[in-house]
């Protein structure tokens, strides 16, 4: 939206994702003359908004019944109200935890009010609630941090996958050989971790939450950027 006129392309995107919900993203890129990407980034906020405006009509329903409701403990905390805290203490925002329990955002707001007077903060509550081990196991879990995704990125290209296929510089070079011969152009290693890079990026226009995508793609540029550096 620019200057409170909507976007022409993002328009078009939209009417051809509701005649056909299953169109690939390349496709109506170049029905529109836009990039697959720009597509990708329709297709995730129409599905969100649409979500989102499903939870808020469901506002005043009672809330879903997924287990046997507990009855109030020493925590004072109700089933529903630990399934919230177990979100937010998790690090999930409180729009994200309406989004993925369902539950009405005047819910999670209150409940997250309650968490805090009582605990201080919603980590603190957790941890009450569910116990220290399983706040170690989840909200502190390493492999979901910035040190975490380049620990397994590490581990993965050091041991793992060097063990399966070898030394990523010779595996670069026979596979720039074949693509060069294939694509009749020259290709050298460092080019072969970018684009098996870009592969990666692509996977994550379509899921950003999937860890191994980020972790591959930590690996490739880390090996390309090794190949590259070392040539004289």
């Given amino acids: 939206m620019a200057g409170g ?15 056909d919900p299953t169109a690939k993203n390349q496709d109506i890129a170049e029905k529109v003359g ?8 329709i297709r995730r906020e129409s599905t969100e908004a649409a979500t989102l405006g499903s939870v808020r009509k469901t506002k005043k329903k009672s809330l879903p019944i997924t287990e046997p409701r507990q009855s109030d403990d020493d ?3 109700s089933y529903h109200e630990k ?21 009405p955002m005047s819910l999670v707001k209150k409940t997250k009010e309650k968490a805090i007077k009582k605990y201080g ?3 603190w509550a957790r941890e009450a609630l569910f116990g220290y081990e399983a706040l170690e196991s989840k909200y502190r879990s390493p492999e979901y941090s910035r040190a975490g995704l380049l620990d397994q ?10 063990n399966t296929h070898g ?17 009749t152009v020259g290709v050298h290693e460092e080019d072969v971790a970018v684009m098996m890079a870009l592969v990666k990026v692509a996977r994550i226009m379509e899921n950003p939450r999937h860890a191994d995508n980020w972790i591959d793609g930590a690996g490739y540029f880390a090996c390309g950027g090794e190949v590259a550096l070392r040539k004289k």
């Fill in 75 to 77: 925590s004072e905390f």
């Fill in 34 to 41: 836009c990039s697959a990407y720009y597509v990708a980034k």
């Fill in 167 to 183: 030394h990523p510089e010779d595996s670069f070079r026979r596979i720039a050989d074949l693509w060069s011969g294939y694509l």
């Fill in 121 to 123: 903060d919603t980590r």
């Fill in 83 to 103: 399934r919230i805290i177990d979100r937010l203490g998790f690090g999930d925002t409180e729009r994200k935890t309406a989004f993925d329990t369902g539950y």
């Fill in 153 to 162: 990125a590490k581990e993965i290209i050091t041991k793992d996958r060097q």
């Fill in 5 to 19: 006129r909507p976007n022409k392309k993002a328009v078009l995107v939209q009417e051809l994702l509701k005649k």
